[in-house]
Antibody
Framework: QLQLQESGPGLVKPSETLSLTCTVS??????????WGWIRQPPGRGLEWIAS???????YYNPSLKSRVSISLDTSKNQFSLKLSSVTDADTAVYYC???????????WGQGTLVTVSS | DIQMTQSPSSLSASVGDRVTITCRAS??????LHWYQQKPGKAPNLLIF???SLQTGVPSRFSGSGSGTDFTLTISSLQPEDFATYYC?????FGQGTRLEI
């Protein structure tokens, strides 16, 4: 069974870069039919899709965040990562890593990790 | 950008009720519409993909319909475990959510 686990700092200072890693087990991130991505949810609010990447290296970004976001793969470790630069309070959220199988159909999720932006 | 609008934003219902949630796209999206259920403190769970296909393992009381701009999620007979928040999704846009309460 596919499992995803987020890791990274729970506290980031304003203007700095948020960095998170997702470790995938029970399956390979090199699977041709899978896209690996990040979705976030501010406390008490709705879901916001951030970005995804295919093992071929093709990336997809939410236009509203594109200028600050970078997503990458490490196939040797079966991991993928997110970087979000110049963070503000508005970036405080639970960040989920996830797999989608095409057309943003997201069928596997990590448990989520809360990242707080605060000085 | 395509905007997704869900209604209602919240809904009170009882066990056994039939419930319908609506999602409207600002322009036609064919059938590229997915539905998720989220319980407090948990990650979302895919219920319906491509407007009407039931995800493996999801009870058959959940169903989806629609195409173009108007979509619905129907729960035929509410169970206690169905009280949660529901989201529609098209591409990188999610609806704002519908909170289903007792």
């Amino acid at each position: 069974q596919l499992q995803l686990q987020e890791s990274g700092p729970g506290l980031v200072k304003p203007s700095e870069t948020l960095s998170l890693t997702c470790t995938v087990s029970g399956g390979s991130i090199s699977s041709s039919g899978s896209y690996w991505g990040w979705i976030r949810q501010p406390p008490g609010r709705g879901l916001e899709w951030i970005a995804s990447i295919h093992y071929s290296g093709r990336t997809y970004y939410n236009p509203s965040l594109k200028s600050r976001v970078s997503i990458s793969l490490d196939t040797s470790k079966n991991q993928f990562s997110l970087k979000l630069s110049s963070v503000t309070d508005a970036d405080t959220a639970v960040y989920y890593c996830a797999r989608d199988t095409g057309n943003y159909r997201t069928d596997s999720w990590g448990q989520g990790t809360l990242v707080t932006v605060s000085s | 950008d395509i905007q997704m609008t869900q209604s209602p934003s919240s809904l009170s219902a009882s066990v056994g009720d039939r419930v319908t949630i609506t999602c409207r796209a600002s322009q036609s999206i064919s059938r590229f519409l997915h539905w998720y259920q989220q319980k407090p403190g948990k990650a979302p769970n895919l219920l319906i993909f491509d407007a009407s296909s039931l995800q493996t393992g999801v009870p058959s009381r959940f169903s989806g319909s629609g195409s173009g701009t108007d979509f619905t999620l129907t729960i035929s007979s509410l169970q206690p475990e169905d009280f949660a928040t529901y989201y529609c999704q098209q591409s990188y846009s999610f609806g704002q959510g519908t909170r289903l309460e007792i």
